[in-house]
């Protein structure tokens, strides 16, 4: 029997671990599954997406940039994908294409997992982009109570806050431009600290978002950015003692949910963690 396809489209996609976690599963488990990555521009989605559809794939995952573009080119969307606004795996139902997000899946049990209350919290979430609409809707079916929206660009987090806004109207979501002031005064009245861009990523390992001195003891400082394992945001806040969430969590967990959509079965989480941490601690 052939080995049923499973992709992922994006750009970049070289980096990407989530290749290695869905085949060292498909081999474990000995399913006959593969899944492969693909770059596909984003003038090249259409045709891609069609592609994909004409295989008669399983289903594939879609990451930078195409995670809101993608949609259009679907046949229906889960409810939790049309909220967030973005879709990050897409099912093949008889040659139907179903997009789901399950980033956001992968903070609730992120959170949920290592005990961390959201109840009545209030959380700065750097960045307005795909992954922030996740993590923001996380938080938000978490009962925070109020998120800081810091974006280098201000309008994206206005639009984003206005929207989320009508959508729940019980959180307050404040939209502020990424200057020291806004950072210091979200952060000051926070318990979280979300880093959802790719500051600190490989190979701009470096640079963070967040000066050392805002980051306090009492804090959890997460970072969507899993390569490296530990970023400089990470870093400084383990250096004052607040509690780290490296990205490998979220990652993974969305991993699991996705490969529950296409093959019906459960994933080993803890093999999907090993093998991530591996790989991850290799790279360099
Ligand atoms: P993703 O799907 O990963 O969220 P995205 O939709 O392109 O990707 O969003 C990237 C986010 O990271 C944006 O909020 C972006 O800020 P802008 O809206 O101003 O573009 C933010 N970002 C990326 N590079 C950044 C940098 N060097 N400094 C500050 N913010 C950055």
Redesign the pocket.
Known sequence: MHAKLICLIGDPVEHSISPIIHNEVFRALNLNYVYLAFRVLPEDLMDAVRGLRALGVVGFNVT??H?VSVMKYLDELSPDAEVVGSVNTVVNMGGRLVGYNTDYLGVVNTFKNLGIKLEGTSATVL??????RAVIYALILGGVERVFIV???LE?AVSLAGEFSIKFPNTSLIPMS?TQENLREAIQKSHIVIN????GMYPRTEES?VPPDLLRSDLVVMDVVYNPLETKLLRDAKAVGAKVIDGVNMLVYQAVASFKLWTGIDPPVDMMFRTAYSVLRQLR
């Not at 960045?127 to 922030?132: C, E, M, N, R």
């Open positions: 930078i940039p995670k960045g307005a982009g795909g992954a922030s974006n280098r660009t994206k990424l959802t861009t790719s500051v978002l």
